[in-house]
Each structure stands twice: as C-alpha cells, then as structure tokens.
C-alpha cells in the first residue's frame, strides 16, 4: 500500500495521506476546544530543547489542528503509559503520540486518518548506480537489522539479493559507508537524519523509492480519540484534510524532515 504523494520542488517529495473530506465539513459543528495529551520522548515529534521547551512535529500539528478549526487547543504532556487513561476518563480529548492500533487499543478508542507513515527506504553508495528493484537486486549484498520487518520484508520479496543480517542499525550503517555491502534497507525516517550525520560523512544515498506495506511496516500515525466520541474524531479528520489541502502539512514535514524520506 504506497502513500499519495505531490511535489513541492524538484529535490522534494511531500508524501499525502488524507482522505476525502469529513462530513463534518458539511453537517456538523467543530468543538470549541480540543485538550491534547502527548509525552515528551517521541523525537522529532514530541521532545524537549536544551532549555526544556516543548516542541515537535506533533506540538505543531497539534496547534495546527485547532487553528484550522478556530478552536481553543491545549496540550498535556503525561508519561506514554498514562495518555490512554487520560483520554478515557475525560481528562483529555485526543492522544498525538504515536499510539499503536491494535486490538486492545481499539475496544475503547477511535484513531483518525494517518497523517505520517514510515516507508522502508534502500541507501547505497554516492557512486552507486543501484535502482533496487526484486528484479534489479539479484547477487547484491543487502544490510538489515536482524530480526527487524525490513529483514523479513527482504527475505519474502528481494528472495535473490544476498541479505546481511546485523545485530543493531549502527553496524548495519557501518558496513554500507565502509563498502561490505552494496546497499542498506532500513527504516526511512530514522536513514534520512543518519545520511545527514559526520558519522556518514557523505557516504551515502536514497536509492529508489519508498516502500509501504502495512504487512510489515508500521500502519503509521494517527491521532486517538474515544471511541465514543465520534464528533471529536471527525473535526480532527476535517482539521487534517484541510492541512493536507492548504499545504501546511507539507510545511510541518519540511520543517522537521529537511532530507525527506519519501
């Protein structure tokens, strides 16, 4: 399942998530204020700066929402294990924080459209010429983090390249600079801040594009709401669709993902 996405400049790829617009937009009212709760671990979407500021791309998208609504808009910051609790004794109206669904999760909460995914992304060598395809990989040593969905992924659908299993994400960057293997396939995100890094020193490229499966890669982030609480979740749809429509979330992505990984 590959996202939508639109170019905002040439070197630039803004991935699209959002679907159709809300019937709200047509029939219903948008809640006058909207009570966030997020932690404050979750980089680049929720941290703390050297002076112990909040913000993130979460913070922003937050504050983005509501002022798409014209809606008044707090943000608790709880411990991870507290913001369910939060949101299902009325203390809060939406979790922004990177909640799973999973079934337990979904016996008591709503979750929005997703508003940002996690593709797996090929790096290879400056100098490589690799498009890495299933069909373009064959012989090609590939690092992988052991036991990861990437290296699962790898072994169902690239079955010919040679896949090179590492303990962490560190060794497996190590061996791509230092020229062992002929390319790397990890999490996007997580190898666009690397490839910018001295540790990478230039080393480095995407190399074809991106690849989603919620088979084997995380179904992405969304925003919780209680599931009884459908006048909630359908403001926070239309405050995301409109995102998606003016630009601003383009605008968010480039703020906290300069490099891009779609």
Not at 45 to 52: I, K, L, N, P, W
Not at 185 to 205: E, I, P, Y
Not at 208 to 227: K, V
Request: proline share 5%; net charge neutral; charged share 20%.
């Amino acid at each position: 399942m590959a996202a939508g996405t639109y170019d905002i400049a040439s070197s630039m790829t803004i991935p699209s998530f959002s679907g159709g617009q809300s019937g709200l937009a047509i029939t219903g009212k948008v809640p006058e204020k909207i009570r966030f709760v997020a932690a404050d671990d979750f980089p680049p979407f929720a941290f703390r700066d050297s002076e112990q500021r909040l913000m993130g791309y979460n913070v922003d998208l937050a504050r983005e929402i509501c002022q798409s609504l014209k809606a008044a808009c707090s943000l608790q910051v709880l411990p991870f294990e507290h913001l369910t609790n939060a949101v299902l004794n009325g203390e809060a109206d939406a979790i922004i924080a990177g909640l799973s669904m999973t079934p337990n999760s979904l016996e008591n909460l709503s979750f929005s459209q997703v508003y940002m995914r996690f593709p797996g992304r090929f790096s290879v060598a400056q100098n490589s010429s690799i498009e890495p395809l299933p069909e373009t990989m064959d012989g090609k040593h590939v690092a992988v983090v052991k036991g990861s969905r990437h290296e699962a992924f790898l072994e169902r659908f690239f079955a010919g390249a040679n896949v090179v299993s590492f303990e962490n994400e560190e060794l497996a960057r190590a061996a791509l600079a230092q020229s062992k293997v002929d390319a790397l396939f990890g999490d996007g995100m997580k190898l666009s801040f690397w490839l910018d890094t001295r540790t990478a020193n230039g080393c480095c490229k995407f190399a074809g594009g991106p690849w989603l499966d919620p088979s084997y890669f995380s179904g992405g982030l969304a925003i919780a709401t209680r599931g009884d609480n459908p006048k909630m979740l359908n403001a926070i749809n239309l405050g995301l669709t409109r995102l998606q429509s003016n630009g601003r979330l383009g605008e968010l992505y480039l703020r906290y993902f300069p490099r891009g990984f779609f």
